[in-house]
């Protein structure tokens, strides 16, 4: 199989829509196939060429003079590639997969990482349109993409190559208790929400520290807010980091207070690590979560209940224990071997001769 994925770029920022497409793409290649990738360049390219992924340069920057050359170079690239399919996983890219499709002999896929953005109904364009989640797919739906198109391919990341090996990425003290959350500084996260909850149970926790580990445009907002806390010299913003796993694993209790979020890769890493999880039930999150078997849920934008579920596991050790050891359980269906293979076998409903694919098992 020729297989090209599209993105707008892949620099190493802890995007969850870059990410899930260089572990497809690395994992394909590794299988034998034949693949690329489109973007504007970043960090990922020596993981891709390691892996033996082709890279092709495109600024998909959104001004009509640029989108017109972008349109040129695109049909330059398929020409040269000659793939089988094209597979877009942001707004540009499907727009340019599709409209220059003509006198292009490949079928489109197109995947839907954030549902709620209101263009996302642009990916119905492809022939295939998955979904990371159950409820991802039930949406798009009802937003009018036809149910024959739809496929649910749920995220995974245990055994990603973008992941350092075990012996690469040690855990390193944190002060105890520790309540960490891994997200992208915005509003929808819910870290206004998070701080608040842990405001409201710092006087019962003395020792309590919270740690949120990540960067985006809310963040100078969210560092305001705590500073105007008495406990504000217990919160620590660590910005991005390249290796939250480290986080992970030194941590007591995993928070994802999201107010949307249709299938956060964070929670696999936080199950891996054995973090008991407290996160919003939203979207995949339920889902990602074994709908509450391995990790507390609680309603969006509820200070009052995630400081309850805070003060609940921090007031029992073996409570805490439990929903660690529950957050580990029935992991298999997490690892990026399965998202590889499922991916795989919707490009095999598009070929015209199945022979051409094969599927590691």
Not at 257 to 270: I, T, W
Not at 272 to 297: F, M, N, Q, R
Request: proline share 4%.
């Amino acid at each position: 199989m020729k297989i090209i994925h599209i993105l707008n770029d892949i620099e190493r920022l802890g995007n969850g829509i870059i990410n899930v497409a260089v572990d497809n793409a690395c994992l394909q290649a590794k299988n034998g196939h034949n693949v690329a990738v489109i973007s504007g360049g970043g960090e990922y390219e020596t993981l891709l060429s390691k892996y033996g992924v082709q890279h092709y340069h495109l600024n998909q920057k959104r001004t009509p003079l640029n989108i017109l050359k972008a349109g040129i170079i695109y049909r330059q690239i398929i020409k040269q590639f000659q793939p089988d399919i094209v597979h877009a996983h942001m707004m540009t890219g499907i727009l340019l997969a599709s409209a220059l499709r003509f006198g292009n002999n490949y079928s489109l896929v197109s995947t839907v990482h954030n549902e709620f953005q209101r263009e996302s109904i642009l990916m119905g364009l492809a022939d295939r349109v998955i979904a990371v989640s159950k409820v991802v797919a039930q949406n798009m739906a009802k937003r009018g993409i036809p149910e024959h198109k739809l496929r649910v391919v749920c995220n995974g990341t245990l055994g990603s190559p973008r992941n350092p090996v075990e012996h690469e990425c040690e855990n390193f003290e944190l002060q105890h208790p520790a309540i960490i959350t891994v997200a992208g500084m915005y509003q929808r996260k819910g870290v206004a929400v998070l701080i608040d909850a842990f405001a409201q149970i710092a006087d019962l926790f003395p020792e309590a520290h919270l740690y949120i580990v990540g960067n985006g445009p809310d963040k100078q907002q969210f560092e305001a807010q705590a500073k105007q806390l008495k406990c504000n010299h217990r919160i620590h913003f660590e910005g991005y980091q390249p290796q939250p796993q480290r986080y992970l694993k030194s941590c007591d209790i995993f928070v994802l207070a999201s107010f949307r979020d249709p299938c956060p890769l964070v929670l696999s890493e936080a199950r891996e690590a054995g973090c008991a999880i407290i996160a919003t039930e939203v979207d995949g999150i339920p889902e990602a979560l074994d709908y509450g078997e391995a990790g507390l849920l609680v309603p969006a934008k509820d200070s009052q209940g995630l400081a309850d579920k805070l003060q609940n596991l921090l007031d029992d050790s073996n409570v805490l224990h439990e929903w660690k050891n529950r957050a580990s359980q029935n992991l298999e269906r997490l690892n990026v071997k399965r998202v590889c293979q499922e991916t795989l076998l919707v490009y095999q409903e598009l070929t015209v001769n199945s022979g051409q694919l094969t599927v590691d098992s």
